[in-house]
């Protein structure tokens, strides 16, 4: 039987031939039509970056080494990575629209994932992000705190040191994914070569889950930052009220070791919400802080307790104890870090308690 | 075949999206104003124009005569992805302004399902080049006119008070449906 090769010789022929036509016309698209020519970003007035347009601005700024907080990876769907674009951003584009204020529109608030550089452009970016870095570190210690939080402890690689402000959050990379995930930093801003988070289990929750049931004492560990602008204003002598439950408490920690290492002389109230006794953690390092530091006063609260818990302290939602406990006093700050409803209740009593709004800082999560 | 024909029968009795249910996935999920609605189907009649012009001499001139039309499937959903990509070069490079109404929407359909039905129907009811570029621009036109009419009535849904099973694409798949009852009675006025 004779076999006519052909019928398989063609159509391999042809697709192969269409194939590379078409990918012929996309090279040529790419070389010159896609191409932008060397362009400047400018940021803060001052450095200045030669690029090679054609790309989002985020990965250059990536390339650069300058971490803008970004938790999608660029694909423009969670809204981290705002700044100003001053000029050469081109029009805004309905994929940011739905993650920017009117008042953002208004001071040319971009996502950097969706501008493109196709000419000099010119960015503001706030001083506490160009200070983000990338910190390669080791899990040196992971405890448990209470059923569903754990205590990391990371031990930054070589003799790379960490700047930041009690109260602000790092990143942790999840390894081989683009994924991102925002943890405050739970140690006091003197230790500069380690870095503690405290992670509560999120029931479903990818990052939560890889650290707990994955991460290991010796694993090598990605992180960026530091990022946030809730954190310890260190000029002010206020007397200062804290609120904090869960992982709530990481920042407030830091807060609070931070003023105890600086020896402030302002009265400090820690209100801690958590439902029953087995929520509670470093509660008698408090109580011994509470003995040793006059001007330290520890609330622990507790809205459901158990019957073989035999608690004896104050009962009910952290912030009916706010209500009892708050005198009316102007001369006040306050650090709130917790879930939103929480943070909404006790922004109201503590402004009904004379606090000035602006004295208020929160970290809503 | 009278050309007017074609398009009143794209836009009304074979309209692609209420007669066919092709798009359906932008019909669903980019329905909810009317201005990004506009802004997705001018982006669907350009690019169902532009390929269906461009797979015509594809397949009359290269595999109609080579005998290899079983490729067609393939080549069409290439010629369609590799053209929505130089089409987004060249007016994100030259057109800034058709980029802001457009650029968002062209990647999106690049693998829709309407794109290549057009192409395939042209195939299947054996229409001439004109024919072809003016049954797709029809049909661009009519997934437009249905998507339009969806987001005016999902936009009047804001304030309606929706069980909570059928918030979102439920409701608007039952909306399709009845959309689609009513484009029924279209049926019969012509014929293609």
């Given at each position: 039987m004779?076999?006519?090769?052909?019928?398989?010789?063609?159509?391999?022929?042809?697709?192969?031939?269409?194939?590379?036509?078409?990918a012929g016309l996309l090279a040529f698209a790419d070389k010159y039509i896609a191409s932008y020519g060397e362009c400047k970003i400018v940021i803060n007035k001052g450095k200045e970056l030669i690029v090679e347009g054609g790309n989002a601005l985020l990965s250059y700024l990536v390339d650069n080494k300058i971490f803008i907080p970004s938790a999608c990876g660029g694909k423009g769907t969670c809204g981290y990575?705002?700044?100003?674009?001053?000029?050469?951003?081109?029009?805004?584009?309905?994929?940011?629209?739905?993650?920017?204020?009117?008042?953002?529109?208004?001071?040319?608030?971009?996502?950097?994932?969706?501008?493109?550089?196709?000419?000099?452009?010119?960015l503001a970016i706030p001083e506490d992000l160009l200070a983000a870095e990338q910190f390669k570190s080791v899990i040196e210690k992971i405890e448990d705190l209470t059923h569903d939080i754990k205590r990391f402890v990371f031990k930054l690689s070589g003799s790379s040191k960490i700047n930041f402000k009690a109260g602000q959050y790092v990143q942790f990379c999840i390894p081989d994914t683009t994924e991102f995930r925002a943890y405050s930093i739970a140690s006091d801003p003197?230790?500069?070569?380690?870095?503690?988070?405290?992670?509560?289990l999120v029931p479903g929750g990818l990052c939560s889950t890889y650290m707990h049931e994955a991460l290991e004492v010796g694993d090598e560990a990605c992180l960026t930052g530091p990022y946030g602008e809730f954190f310890l204003q260190e000029n002010s002598k206020k007397d200062i009220i804290c609120v904090g439950g869960g992982c709530g408490m990481a920042p407030i920690k830091s807060i609070i070791n931070h003023l105890f290492a600086t020896n402030a002389a302002q009265n400090i109230t820690y209100f801690f919400g958590a439902r029953q006794k087995k929520d509670l953690f470093y509660t008698e390092e408090l109580e011994r802080?509470?003995?040793?530091?006059?001007?330290?006063?520890?609330?622990?609260?507790?809205?459901?307790?158990?019957?073989?818990?035999?608690?004896?302290?104050e009962v009910g939602f952290i912030t009916q104890v706010m209500q009892k406990h708050l005198k009316y006093n102007k001369n006040q700050e306050a650090y709130l870090c917790g879930p939103p409803p929480m943070i909404d209740a006790a922004i109201g009593i503590l402004t009904s308690k004379g606090i000035n709004i602006n004295d208020i800082y929160y970290d809503k999560f | 075949m009278n050309l007017f024909v074609i398009f009143f029968a794209t836009l009304f009795t074979h309209n692609i999206a209420l007669t066919y249910f092709l798009g359906m996935c932008p019909f669903i999920s980019v329905s909810r104003s009317i201005k990004t609605a506009l802004g997705m189907g001018l982006a669907v009649v350009f690019v169902m124009t532009?390929?269906?012009?461009?797979?015509?001499?594809?397949?009359?001139?290269?595999?109609?005569?080579?005998?290899?039309?079983?490729?067609?499937?393939?080549?069409?959903?290439?010629?369609?992805a590799a053209l929505v990509q130089f089409?987004?070069?060249?007016?994100?490079?030259?057109?800034?302004?058709?980029?802001v109404t457009l650029?968002?929407?062209?990647?999106?359909?690049?693998?829709?399902?309407?794109?290549?039905?057009?192409?395939?129907?042209?195939?299947?009811?054996?229409?001439?080049?004109?024919e072809s570029v003016v049954f797709a621009f029809g049909s661009g036109v009519g997934w437009t006119i249905a998507i339009i009419a969806m987001s005016g009535i999902r936009s009047k849904l804001l304030f309606a008070d929706i069980p909570e099973a059928l918030k979102g694409?439920?409701?608007?798949?039952?909306?399709a449906s009845i959309m689609a009852l009513a484009f029924m009675g279209f049926a019969g006025m012509v014929g293609i």
């Open positions: 004779e076999l006519n090769y052909m019928i398989f010789i063609t159509p391999v022929l042809v697709m192969v031939s269409i194939a590379a036509a078409l990575c705002k700044l100003k674009v001053l000029e050469g951003g081109g029009p805004l584009l309905p994929t940011e629209t739905p993650y920017l204020t009117k008042q953002e529109v208004l001071h040319s608030v971009r996502l950097a994932c969706q501008v493109k550089i196709k000419r000099d452009v010119e003197g230790t500069k070569d380690r870095v503690e988070l405290m992670v509560r802080f509470e003995k040793k530091h006059k001007n330290f006063e520890f609330v622990p609260a507790l809205s459901e307790p158990a019957k073989e818990d035999e608690w004896t302290g | 532009v390929t269906a012009a461009i797979n015509w001499p594809i397949y009359y001139k290269i595999l109609v005569p080579l005998e290899v039309e079983f490729l067609y499937y393939v080549l069409f959903i290439i010629t369609i089409v987004e070069m060249v007016t994100e490079r030259f057109l800034p302004v058709l980029q650029g968002v929407f062209l990647p999106l359909i690049t693998v829709n399902c309407a794109i290549l039905g057009v192409s395939l129907f042209m195939v299947l009811r054996k229409y001439s080049y004109l694409p439920g409701i608007t798949m039952i909306i």
